[in-house]
């Protein structure tokens, strides 16, 4: 429900004895709409431009001059309250300025922001879905572009647009290069192709090429933030807009016009004035939203995009039933210490008070009642930070899914073969595109005397530790492409004999599960093909040619098989064996737990799940310690390292 107007006589008898928030000034009746001439604004707080704006204002003059005290026409106010969320006009002067300081001068775009043309979105799987997939595509692209690009915080869009075959969308330039690198990922089983597009949403129209009735209402709009604001005490009123006279006087209130709309105006505009968070935090932290006849939070719920640090909010005389009215807000002012209430239905709830507490860690007073101590906001605040540490999901049973037997053949062949035939293997299942790799972690405390460890010479060298070989040409040259190249790599290592398959299965946990996107090498799936990714975990025996020591490692073996060509129906894609001191093995909860680490480490972080094994090893698997050995040495791992595609 849209905010309305609340009956005047409400105040009469709030606002004693106040102590978390400034005096608020004195408010009248809550939003209201008023009938005649509207303005529009669209679902991103965006006052909409008719295409006929200005011929319809010029058309019009002679009627209703800009002096004349008629009503403007719907054109006009549409351009009005395009000016204030679409980023025209310039920057505003420091803090909300007087209506005479707007400039005139051609201003590019405030927020510096890019236009990005997306392909593919129509050819995928989610076009069927609810609304054409655009929100499932922008879902997808907020949440892949940090990790392909590398980044600790978020990325956002804007704004989207489905236009025919392309989507548009808009990002600050910042964003707008991070999400550039998911160009070619795959989404709903079809590439996408990123490109810089042409500027649709406008962003750089000049402020000129407004209507002088347009620059007018969209002073108006910044003076009276101006007049709500109190710089002193850091405080911003929203209080009563309904019955502000000069909102009515720019017709923000007329049939079929949502004041979560003219919110969303008002603090985009605010947006422009304080441009950082450091900047929002230091001007504003306390807020009030109170007599605005609000029944939820839905219609002003951009307060906590503009301003996510507050300390002090007043939600006082409104319509607010329970707490489901505020849910949207879970969460969200992290910082809040205060929170006014007072004249809502929900004030009556028995228990809001606790389940506010759980939803702001730093909240100390509801209603003027002190709720909890400082020191035991400080130790909530504590208590929810940890818990937003991601952590590794429990153990679960083993996967292995092969419906048609294909892992298990090529699983006996692959144990057989390295112990007997390494030619004859490489040549059966792998290919000239096909890619192995070596990894060596000495570290761990083996379950052996130290006359049965063996030295690690002989593969010291072929290691490709990303953690410690962190130059690119160090890294390439540990890459083996190609069946003949792995094969005599193969054959330079020293012999090894793996536990029966048969008679010893004890000592091998293997899974399998089915894996998309794997590269097809005909080339008529462009989006790949479903695969299979095989990880075992086991040990074998192993002669030591100069020491003629014998003695056992424990070893790693994830591989991708896909489909092979020609008379080759089968092929590894890839090929990633790691090996360790051997240990003995380990209970199926423990080796379980550590393929769920492996997994969730590869959620987090967006590495590969060879990666994660990688980092997860060299940390002794213990999961914080790889989260933080992660972020240590994130920089110099290569782009091969995360996962470059997606569903």
């Not at 964003?175 to 795959?186: K, P, S, V, W």
């Not at 597009?197 to 962003?203: H, K, R």
């Not at 807020?287 to 996510?308: C, E, G, I, K, Y």
């Not at 790693?556 to 489909?563: E, K, V």
Request: charged share 25%.
């Amino acid at each position: 429900m849209a905010p309305r107007g609340t009956k005047s006589s409400a105040s009469a008898t709030r606002g004693r004895g106040r102590s978390n928030t400034p005096n608020l000034t004195p408010r009248g009746g809550g939003i209201q709409k008023r009938r005649g001439d509207r303005l529009r604004i669209d679902k991103d707080g965006d006052l909409v431009m008719g295409t006929n704006a200005t011929s319809n204002t010029n058309k019009r003059r002679g009627a209703s001059g800009p002096n004349s005290s008629k009503p403007a026409s719907r054109s006009r106010q549409n351009a009005i309250l395009s000016t204030l969320t679409s980023g025209r006009g310039g920057a505003l002067s420091a803090r909300f300025s007087q209506p005479g300081n707007l400039r005139t001068t051609r201003a590019s775009n405030p927020e510096n922001c890019t236009t990005i043309k997306i392909t593919g979105l129509k050819e995928s799987k989610a076009a069927n879905n609810e609304g054409g997939g655009l929100k499932d595509l922008i879902s997808f692209v907020e949440r892949k572009a940090p990790s392909a690009a590398k980044l600790t915080r978020s990325v956002r869009v804007k704004k989207s647009r489905l236009d025919g075959p392309f989507v548009y969308i808009l990002a600050t330039k910042t964003d707008g290069e991070a999400i550039m690198t998911l160009n070619n990922f795959m989404f709903a089983g079809t590439p996408l192709k990123f490109e810089v597009g042409p500027d649709v949403f406008n962003t750089n129209t000049s402020k000129e090429s407004l209507s002088s009735e347009a620059q007018e209402a969209k002073a108006k709009l910044t003076a009276i933030l101006q007049k709500r604001y109190n710089p002193e005490a850091k405080f911003l009123d929203l209080s009563a807009l309904g019955d502000d006279a000069e909102l009515k006087g720019i017709g923000a209130f007329e049939p079929g016009v949502l004041p979560e709309k003219l919110f969303k105006a008002l603090m985009k505009i605010c947006d422009e004035t304080f441009k950082t968070p450091e900047a929002k935090q230091e001007a504003i932290t306390v807020v009030s939203l109170a007599r605005n006849a609000l029944t939820d939070v839905q219609q002003v719920f951009s307060l906590a995009d503009t301003f996510p640090n507050l300390k002090q909010l007043d939600l006082s005389e409104n319509r607010i039933p329970n707490t489901k009215g505020l849910g949207r807000w879970r969460n969200k002012f992290r910082l809040l210490e205060g929170l006014l209430v007072l004249d809502n239905p929900i004030a009556v709830e028995n228990s809001f008070g606790v389940e506010l507490l759980k939803w702001w860690p730093w909240l100390q007073n509801v209603n003027h009642i002190q709720a909890r101590t400082p020191e035991e906001a400080a130790a909530a605040a504590a208590e929810a930070s940890a818990k937003r540490q991601p952590q590794p999901i429990p153990p679960a049973e083993a996967v292995y899914i092969d419906e048609s037997g294909v892992a298990e053949t090529f699983i006996r062949d692959l144990i057989a073969g390295y112990d007997s035939d390494r030619t004859k293997l490489s040549a059966m299942y792998y290919d000239a595109d096909s890619v192995f790799t070596l990894n060596v972690n000495t570290h761990g405390k083996p379950s052996l005397s130290p006359d049965e460890i063996l030295p690690w010479a002989a593969y010291i060298k072929l290691s490709r530790n990303i953690l410690k070989i962190t130059t690119k040409s160090g890294r390439h040259q540990r890459t083996f492409q190609g069946a003949i190249l792995i094969s005599e790599l193969w054959n330079s290592l020293p012999a090894t004999k793996h536990p029966d398959l048969e008679t010893e299965i004890n000592k091998y946990t293997i899974e399998c599960r089915p894996l998309d996107h794997v590269p097809d090498p005909t080339g008529n799936s462009p989006a790949g093909v479903t695969g299979l990714n095989i990880v075992i975990n086991g040990e074998f025996e192993e002669a030591d040619a100069a020491s003629g020591k014998i003695g056992k490692r424990s070893f790693t073996r994830s591989i991708t098989l896909g489909p092979g060509r020609g008379e080759k129906q089968v092929r590894v894609v890839s090929d990633m064996l790691a090996l360790r001191c051997f240990r003995r093995v380990a209970p199926i909860s423990e080796v379980h737990l550590n393929i769920q680490k492996i997994q969730e480490l590869s959620h987090v972080t967006g590495l590969t799940l060879g990666y994660s094994e990688l980092c997860l090893g060299d940390a002794g698997y213990d999961y914080q310690a790889a989260l933080r050995l992660f972020e240590e040495k994130k920089h110099q791992l290569p782009p091969e390292a995360f996962i470059a595609t997606g569903t």
